[in-house]
T-cell receptor, first 113, second 114 residues
């Protein structure tokens, strides 16, 4: 069974631009969560989607948004990029919402110049 | 507010030894405690997880010990091997639905010396 697939793996943007990251969950999983990983703050929860609905959102500004499609694939968008948005963005999928077991992809490494 | 505190930040263990990583949590609503292993360039991989109705769970060389009254849990890696060298994260969450998803500790960089 294929794992969680994230694209692109690496990208470089400049301040003020926007970026869209994509995540394909494990087949059959309906929950998709997004996390930001930085050396200083560690792993932080961004938001979670289940059956195309955002269930919860972490403590991030409104520049961070996401959506989930009917096939459970998810995208997250960051607008008006700031230097501090440079991070590894990780997507995790789960069979059911809040069931606990989350399986992470390898992440999208975003560098903002 | 750091809800899950992990220690130590880094750990060096000889091959064959026992690696021990500790975590303490604050939110008593947490009822699911997983450990993740992350290698450089990879995403975190679920290693083992425990719920508060048991005090210990063992899977191969990996054991979680859980102390509900002290709000602490730990990961023990028996017979540590060089291939175990990685960063380990503890985490916690309320599986009934919560606003914070998984709350992670800051991570422990483990090095197993051959």
């Amino acid at each position: 069974k294929a794992g969680v697939t994230q694209t692109p793996r690496y990208l470089i943007k400049t301040r003020g631009q926007q970026v869209t990251l994509s995540c394909s969950p494990i087949s059959g999983h309906r929950s998709v969560s997004w996390y930001q990983q930085t050396p200083g703050q560690g792993l932080q929860f961004l938001f979670e989607y289940f059956s195309e609905t955002q269930r919860n959102k972490g403590n991030f500004p409104g520049r961070f948004s996401g959506r989930q499609f009917s096939n459970s694939r998810s995208e997250m968008n960051v607008s008006t990029l700031e230097l501090g948005d440079s991070a590894l963005y990780l997507c995790a999928s789960g069979l059911e919402s809040w069931a606990g077991e989350l399986f992470f992809g390898e992440g999208s490494r975003l560098t903002v110049l | 507010q750091q809800q899950v505190k992990q220690s130590p930040q880094s750990l060096i263990v000889q091959k064959g030894g026992i690696s021990i990583i500790n975590c303490a949590y604050e939110n008593t609503a947490f009822d699911y405690f997983p450990w993740y292993q992350q290698f450089p360039g990879k995403g975190p991989a679920l290693l083992i997880a425990i719920r508060p109705d048991v005090s210990e769970k063992k899977e191969g060389r990996f054991t979680i010990s859980f102390n509900k009254s002290a709000k602490q849990f730990s990961l023990h890696i028996m017979d540590s091997q060089p291939g175990d060298s990685a960063t380990y994260f503890c985490a916690a969450m309320f599986s009934g639905g919560g606003a914070d998803g998984l709350t992670f500790g800051k991570g422990t960089h483990l090095i197993i010396q051959p």
